[in-house]
Antibody
Framework: QVQLVQSGAEVKKPGASIRVSCKPSGYIFTNFGISWVRQAPGQGLEWVGWISGYSGNTKYAVNVQGRVTLTTDTSTNTAYMELRNLRSDDSGVYYC??????????WGQGTLVTVSS | DIQMTQSPSSLSASVGDRVTITCRASQDIINYLNWYQQKPGKAPELLISAASSLQSGVPSRFSGSGSGTDFTLTITDLQPQDFATYYCQQGYSSPQSFGPGTKVDVK
């Protein structure tokens, strides 16, 4: 069964950093990229970035570039998203999702990130 | 960047209705258009890729059409489990972008 399992909810203060993990199973990790998509409370879906499971190449959304780093650990087949200098508008649910071609075909369960003083 | 719009932003419908949602891209995206369904508190699920290709396990009452800049998601014979929010997403160029969503609720 193909699935992505994410780490648990986080509560952080403004200016702090978070690292969310995403562990795929049921497929060959290096055959697909992982994208990260976030959703602010009551809002739509926003693409955050992408990392190749094969090469580690990355792309980031302009509005988080410089604050976000996507990495993979091929020894544990785990993907990570680090977001630094958190702001209140970074609060929301963060999803990792497998990119198959140009579509996000498998999604993690989501990680709720709350940024509050 | 490619901007995606959807209409309507919300609609009310009854079980058994036919529902049509429109998605428009700000430039030609050929057929690099995907549709997702999201229920409250859940992750989105891919319904249709490449504008009209139904994903495995998705009921045949869902269909997609269109090319270029204008696309449509149609749900025939709406079922209780179909009340949800639907998003389109373009995969033509990075950054991949989503439409703002269409919420389908009970009339």
């Amino acid at each position: 069964q193909v699935q992505l399992v994410q780490s648990g909810a986080e509560v952080k203060k403004p200016g702090a950093s978070i690292r969310v993990s995403c562990k795929p199973s049921g497929y060959i990790f290096t055959n697909f990229g992982i994208s990260w998509v976030r959703q602010a409370p009551g809002q739509g879906l926003e693409w955050v970035g992408w990392i190749s499971g094969y090469s580690g190449n990355t792309k980031y959304a302009v509005n988080v570039q410089g604050r976000v780093t996507l990495t993979t650990d091929t020894s544990t087949n785990t993907a990570y998203m680090e977001l630094r200098n958190l702001r209140s508008d970074d609060s929301g649910v963060y999803y990792c999702t497998r990119l198959r071609g140009d579509a996000f075909d498998i999604w993690g369960q989501g990680t709720l990130v709350t940024v509050s003083s | 960047d490619i901007q995606m719009t959807q209409s309507p932003s919300s609609l009310s419908a009854s079980v058994g209705d036919r529902v049509t949602i429109t998605c428009r891209a700000s430039q030609d995206i050929i057929n690099y258009l995907n549709w997702y369904q999201q229920k409250p508190g859940k992750a989105p699920e891919l319904l249709i890729s490449a504008a009209s290709s139904l994903q495995s396990g998705v009921p045949s009452r869902f269909s997609g059409s269109g090319s270029g800049t204008d696309f449509t998601l149609t749900i025939t014979d709406l079922q209780p489990q179909d009340f949800a929010t639907y998003y389109c997403q373009q995969g033509y160029s990075s950054p991949q972008s989503f439409g703002p969503g269409t919420k389908v609720d009970v009339k």
